[in-house]
């Protein structure tokens, strides 16, 4: 699924994205207001489609699973980062699909992440989500 597909799973959500600029160097925003959801994307800053997909599943992952936050809630950012993270990766690459690019030789991150349309830094997330990636530190 690349960036364009997902823009269309966005529209029958009903999902409104909005291609705008941002302060500093967000390239990318989702808000919630009483049950619509809003993806604003600044396109300026993103220089890849491998970039822009993954920030799209992302910022859907935030719509589709209500994690948001706020100063008023108890939520910690950290965990409705890895919400939407999660919902992105289950979207983009499932196990199975991920277990047949193994099969097929496909085994290093940079090919994997071509592979896959997504970036490196997403395929990494994407291993150490189903158990196939420990960084040693």
């Given at each position: 699924?690349?960036?364009?597909?997902?823009?269309?799973?966005?529209?029958?959500?009903?999902?409104?994205?909005?291609?705008g600029k941002?302060?500093?160097?967000?390239?990318?925003?989702?808000?919630?207001?009483?049950?619509?959801c809003?993806?604003?994307?600044?396109?300026?800053?993103?220089?890849?489609r491998?970039?822009?997909?993954v920030?799209?599943?992302?910022e859907?992952?935030?719509?589709?699973?209500?994690?948001?936050?706020?100063?008023?809630?108890?939520?910690?950012?950290?965990?409705?980062?890895?919400?939407?993270?999660?919902?992105?990766?289950?979207?983009?690459?499932?196990?199975?699909?991920?277990?047949?690019?193994?099969?097929?030789?496909?085994?290093?991150?940079?090919?994997?992440a071509?592979?896959?349309?997504?970036?490196?830094?997403?395929?990494?997330?994407?291993?150490?989500?189903?158990?196939?990636?420990?960084?040693?530190?």
């Amino acid at each position: 699924m690349d960036s364009a597909e997902l823009r269309n799973f966005a529209e029958g959500r009903d999902i409104i994205v909005i291609d705008g600029k941002l302060r500093n160097e967000q390239k990318s925003i989702s808000i919630s207001d009483r049950g619509q959801c809003a993806i604003v994307v600044d396109s300026k800053k993103i220089a890849t489609r491998a970039e822009e997909t993954v920030i799209m599943a992302h910022e859907l992952g935030h719509c589709e699973t209500g994690a948001f936050y706020n100063e008023r809630t108890l939520e910690l950012r950290s965990r409705m980062e890895f919400r939407a993270d999660k919902w992105a990766i289950k979207k983009l690459v499932t196990e199975d699909e991920l277990i047949e690019a193994f099969e097929n030789g496909i085994l290093e991150i940079w090919e994997l992440a071509e592979f896959f349309g997504v970036t490196e830094d997403f395929m990494i997330k994407v291993c150490e989500l189903y158990g196939y990636y420990n960084r040693v530190i």
